[in-house]
């Protein structure tokens, strides 16, 4: 595709329950990065992928965030055991390396109920 | 650790003013410095980015300055529209990789 996607756009889901959210990044992009982003803040960085090396997982929160990467191509974010404090938009990006210029999907908004 | 401080949080403009969004950081690895625009509901999107090397860098309305020696650089927006309005990032990532780490946002308005 042209840009980076992910999906679902939207996801309600029930506290206690595993969300995996996809990210489809740029066609050739080796980077790929996961940030969270709550209503109204910053970007919060979860974990960041670079070809074939081992992922920089310094930002996700708990031991119920994880993201697997297979290759240079999709992402899956997994929470398990969803808590409220984890709704939030979850935005993918993707960039080629070295240059640092990344670009960002829509992002998934979570809401936990 | 917030290894990049961005202010104001919040900012409003008139039609045709000048808007300006700072930024500091602390880790002198960093070498490349990019601004991204967040309309509600989008994802980030890059505006302007810099490098070190330079002081200023302008593309339309749109200027970034930077101080190397007091590590701050900063976001000019000339003759500001209300299609300006939106969420402002600065981000900053090292030279050994490209993992960016963004500052708070601002949020700009602009009044017609």
């Given at each position: 595709g042209a840009g980076v996607s992910q999906s679902p756009s939207n996801k309600v889901t029930e506290k206690g329950k595993d969300v995996e959210l996809r990210c489809d990044p740029i066609s050739g992009h080796t980077a790929l990065y996961w940030y969270r982003q709550r209503l109204g803040q910053g970007l919060e960085f979860l974990i960041y992928f670079q070809?074939?090396?081992?992922?920089?997982?310094?930002?996700?929160?708990?031991?119920?965030f994880s993201a697997e990467r297979t290759g240079e191509s999709v992402s899956t974010l997994t929470i398990q055991r969803t808590q409220q404090e984890d709704s939030a938009v979850y935005l993918c990006a993707s960039s080629l390396p070295g240059l640092g210029r990344a670009f960002f999907g829509q992002g998934t908004r979570l809401t936990v109920v | 650790q917030q290894q990049v401080k961005q202010s104001p949080q919040s900012l409003i403009v008139q039609k045709g003013g000048i808007s300006i969004i700072n930024c500091a950081y602390e880790n002198t690895a960093f070498d490349y410095f990019p601004w991204y625009q967040q309309f509600p509901g989008k994802g980030p999107a890059l505006l302007i980015a810099i490098r070190p090397d330079v002081s200023e860098k302008k593309e339309g309305r749109f200027t970034i300055s930077f101080n190397k020696s007091a590590k701050q650089f900063s976001l000019h927006i000339m003759d500001s529209q209300p299609g300006d309005s939106a969420t402002y990032f600065c981000a900053a990532s090292k030279r050994a990789g490209n993992m960016l780490t963004f500052g708070g946002g601002t949020r700009l308005m602009v009044k017609p």
């Amino acid at each position: 595709g042209a840009g980076v996607s992910q999906s679902p756009s939207n996801k309600v889901t029930e506290k206690g329950k595993d969300v995996e959210l996809r990210c489809d990044p740029i066609s050739g992009h080796t980077a790929l990065y996961w940030y969270r982003q709550r209503l109204g803040q910053g970007l919060e960085f979860l974990i960041y992928f670079q070809g074939n090396s081992a992922p920089d997982k310094s930002g996700l929160p708990s031991d119920r965030f994880s993201a697997e990467r297979t290759g240079e191509s999709v992402s899956t974010l997994t929470i398990q055991r969803t808590q409220q404090e984890d709704s939030a938009v979850y935005l993918c990006a993707s960039s080629l390396p070295g240059l640092g210029r990344a670009f960002f999907g829509q992002g998934t908004r979570l809401t936990v109920v | 650790q917030q290894q990049v401080k961005q202010s104001p949080q919040s900012l409003i403009v008139q039609k045709g003013g000048i808007s300006i969004i700072n930024c500091a950081y602390e880790n002198t690895a960093f070498d490349y410095f990019p601004w991204y625009q967040q309309f509600p509901g989008k994802g980030p999107a890059l505006l302007i980015a810099i490098r070190p090397d330079v002081s200023e860098k302008k593309e339309g309305r749109f200027t970034i300055s930077f101080n190397k020696s007091a590590k701050q650089f900063s976001l000019h927006i000339m003759d500001s529209q209300p299609g300006d309005s939106a969420t402002y990032f600065c981000a900053a990532s090292k030279r050994a990789g490209n993992m960016l780490t963004f500052g708070g946002g601002t949020r700009l308005m602009v009044k017609p």
